[in-house]
């Protein structure tokens, strides 16, 4: 049984670009959640999707979307890059209850 | 608003004990959990806390005290592989009957020889 995967595994872009990180969750689990994690830092929460439906938003902007697919799969999209946009993007997943949490390895996204 | 504080670094000897503490200020509060963090790595599940006292697992353990607004994560028998980040998390109410987590800046932990 796969857990949460992630791809890219890591990515370089240049300042005002566009990106789409893409997550699977482990099987059995309907939510995911998005964090940024910046070098020496907590992960920060992003967003949280449920039923193909964003739940619940952190303190990001407008520049950060998402999407869930119906077989529970989960797209991360950031707009008009900024170089502090540069972290790692952690997806992580459950089903119901944060008890059950699994994260997946990141995205380690640099931006130049 | 919400706060979680730990201690940035701490460095112990292989084989003794160490006491890593998590402090928190939160809007709501519907358990602790403490996380795992190799460098460049996902973050992996240790321990969870919704009630007040000690939760033991292996080398590792556990406390809460809700009252006091404070948890400590205990590492037993120290190795080389315990070198890693520990992250404290607490979850919170988040309108209607969703929660979210919210993460401390972690714990860096030098295990020495």
């Known amino acids: 049984d796969a857990g949460v995967t992630q791809s890219p595994t890591h990515l370089i872009k240049t300042r005002g670009q566009q990106v789409t990180l893409r997550c699977s969750p482990k099987s059995g ?17 992003i967003f949280q999707y449920y039923e193909e439906e964003e739940r619940q938003r952190g303190n990001f902007p407008d520049r950060f979307s998402g999407h869930q697919f119906p077989n529970y799969s989960s797209e991360l999209n950031v707009n008009a890059l900024l170089l502090g946009d540069s972290a790692l993007y952690l997806c992580a997943s459950s089903s119901g209850d944060y008890y059950e949490q699994y994260f997946g390895p990141g995205t380690r996204l640099t931006v130049t | 608003g919400q706060n979680i504080d730990q201690p940035t670094e701490m460095t ?30 996902a973050p992996t599940f240790l321990s969870y806390n ?30 080389m592989k315990d070198s890693a980040s520990y992250l404290c998390a607490v979850k919170v109410p988040w309108g209607g009957a969703t929660n979210k987590l919210i993460f401390g800046t972690g714990t860096l932990l030098a295990v020495q020889p």
Do not use: M
Request: hydrophobic share 30%; glycine share 12%.
């Open chain 2, 12 to 41: 112990a000897t292989e084989g003794a004990i160490v006491q890593i503490n998590c402090t928190y200020q939160t809007s709501g509060f519907n358990g602790l959990f403490w996380y795992q963090q190799h460098a460049g790595e």
């Open chain 2, 50 to 79: 919704v009630l007040d006292g000690l939760e033991e697992k292996g080398r590792f353990s556990s406390f809460l005290s809700r009252s006091k607004g404070y948890s400590y994560l205990l590492l037993k028998e120290l190795q």
């Open chain 1, 29 to 45: 689990h309907d939510t995911v959640s998005w964090y940024q994690q910046a070098l020496g830092q907590g992960p920060q929460f």
